[in-house]
């Protein structure tokens, strides 16, 4: 077993988690602190920058002190971050010039429709990969700068930097010194052609997005600096965005292997090598994090409120005292009653990308309890996973055999059950359910050699336990015929 340890920062949507993993991928001590979720208005999400990073410093330090572990034993650190959530900052000040828009927020859907009136959404999906919506960060940066007074000049003048939660992590904890990001964060941002790695100059005009205000967009194996940890200096050697690290940490190296993250949100990735595959189905085609400089691809799926409906049955609806306590009261509650939840609250992701679609249950009678409705919120999940993998299965013309997952509601045996019942597939939960974290490691750690290559660390995964399907295909049929059904009464309600 090697002496040092990888430190990943995991920022995530709700709380910001420091890792270390030993040689042999063991968890050596992990800390996390959640951070504050600012809604000003209906659809509205944001993050204060200062508290994302004071929480991610916060924990790594807590981390060092908890488990008397000396900078000197970390070999390098490896960063992974919600995706699309944006940030413009003062370079000089180091201050951010407004609050983080989340990548769940819809404030910019009239900036997306009028995109697609000027007849760019062919051209968004041919060059970025994605699809024209309020999800990804181009339009974000936009509002900024036309929201807040002077941003877009000094934007233009290289004063006002934008960068994902990864460059805003890479530029505080090196003290200004890199302004950089990796290539799956990028392909994210709605603004990257993903075919020729660099920032486009259409869109970039289109928005009135300065390209001095950019980062510089590198691969996510690579030293982008230095950090000072108490008087130490170790090098951030990996960076990619979450879904990217998990597809990575759940070595996902080759063509067709797929994975499925249960997080605040879930998404559900397939590498797809070194080809671009565009999508007929409602996914995206994004850049997979990889090594050596080369670029692999993925298709992927959003489904944007995953875990997050837990949250919302435990602190808005009261339902629960823990989000946790879902999985026992749908496992005591035989059905849903004929009850659906269509957790749209941000609008639908993949395969429907209905900006407009709100929230919705369905099905209520006087009998309906509220075990029902937690069953119901369980199962929705399960539900929008289901539609992505299909999505994936009619694009590659394959069937899904075995599916990985990961992500805190994984834990969830009554979720992964009722998901293989419901894909008809083996659900394969690993050792390490960190593998967002794991995959920041892996990159950092083969950038500095602290491990050998892919041959290396695929020998080191373990899976923890299988689910598999144990659902009768009508049964399967008819609860998914009342699911689509439930979606069509969701769609187009806020237009």
């Known amino acids: 077993m090697k002496e040092k340890y990888i430190l990943a920062l995991d920022q995530g949507t709700t709380s910001s988690r420091a890792i270390l993993f030993d040689g042999e991928q063991n968890i050596a001590g992990m800390e996390q602190r959640e951070f504050s979720q ?5 659809g509205w999400v ?54 983080a828009i989340v990548w769940q927020c819809r404030r910019t859907a009239s900036i997306v429709d009028d995109l697609v009136k000027k007849g760019l959404d062919s051209y968004i999906k041919k060059t970025t990969g994605l699809v024209p919506d309020a999800y990804f960060s181009a339009t974000k940066i936009k509002w900024i700068l036309d929201t807040v007074e002077g941003a877009r000049e000094k934007a233009r003048q290289g004063d006002v930097l934008f ?32 075919h020729k790695l660099d920032w486009d100059e259409t869109l970039l005009e289109a928005l009135d997005i300065p390209r001095a205000c950019l980062p510089e967009a590198r691969p996510s ?6 950090m000072n940890i108490q008087g130490v200096s170790v090098p951030i050697s990996g960076a990619a965005g979450d879904q990217q690290a998990s597809l990575f940490g759940q070595c996902c190296f080759g063509k067709g292997e797929a994975k499925n993250t249960y997080g605040t949100g879930c998404f559900l990735l397939m590498n797809t090598g070194n080809s671009a595959f565009e999508s007929g189905n409602g996914l995206l085609t994004t850049i997979a994090a990889s090594l050596d400089g080369s670029v692999q691809y993925a298709l992927e799926g959003s489904v944007f409120v995953g875990g997050a409906v837990m949250q919302w049955l435990r602190d808005e609806l009261r339902l629960i005292d823990e989000a946790g306590d879902a999985a026992y009261y749908a496992g005591k509650t035989p059905d849903t009653g004929g009850v659906y939840l269509v957790p749209a609250f941000t609008g639908l992701g993949a395969p429907y990308w209905d900006m407009y679609a709100r929230g919705a249950i369905v099905g209520i009678t006087r009998g309906t309890k509220s075990s029902h409705l937690i069953r119901a919120a369980e199962e929705s999940i399960a539900y929008q996973c289901y539609d992505l993998l299909k999505a994936m299965e009619k694009d590659t013309n394959s069937q899904t055999v075995e599916l990985k ?9 009554f979720l992964m059950q009722f998901q293989a019942d419901v894909m008809g597939t083996v659900i394969n939960r690993p050792v390490i359910r960190e593998t967002t974290a794991l995959g920041a490691a892996y990159l950092a750690g083969i950038t500095e ?42 769609r187009n309600w806020a237009d």
Request: hydrophobic share 35%.
């Open 221 to 226: 194996a690579c030293a982008y600096g230095k």
């Open 449 to 490: 050699g602290f491990w050998s290559g892919v041959d290396e660390i695929r020998s080191l995964w373990k899976s923890g336990m299988k689910f598999s399907p144990n659902m009768s295909s009508e049964k399967r049929a008819s609860l998914l015929a009342g699911w689509h059904k439930a979606v069509e009464r969701s």
């Open 163 to 194: 960068g994902t939660v990864d460059t805003w992590l890479v530029w505080k904890l090196t003290g200004g010194a890199v302004h950089a990001t990796d290539y799956s964060n990028a392909s994210r941002t709605m603004l990257f052609d993903i």
């Open 46 to 99: 944001e993050h204060d920058p200062m508290e994302i990073y004071s929480s991610q410093y916060g924990a790594m330090m807590e981390l060092l002190a908890k488990y008397d572990i000396s900078p000197h034993d970390i070999a390098a650190v490896g960063i992974t971050n919600q995706r699309e959530t944006t940030i413009l900052w003062d370079r000089r000040t180091g201050r951010p010039i407004y609050n």
């Open 38 to 42: 600012i809604y000003p208005k209906e």
């Open 405 to 413: 997952v990961d992500g805190g509601a994984s834990g969830d045996g």
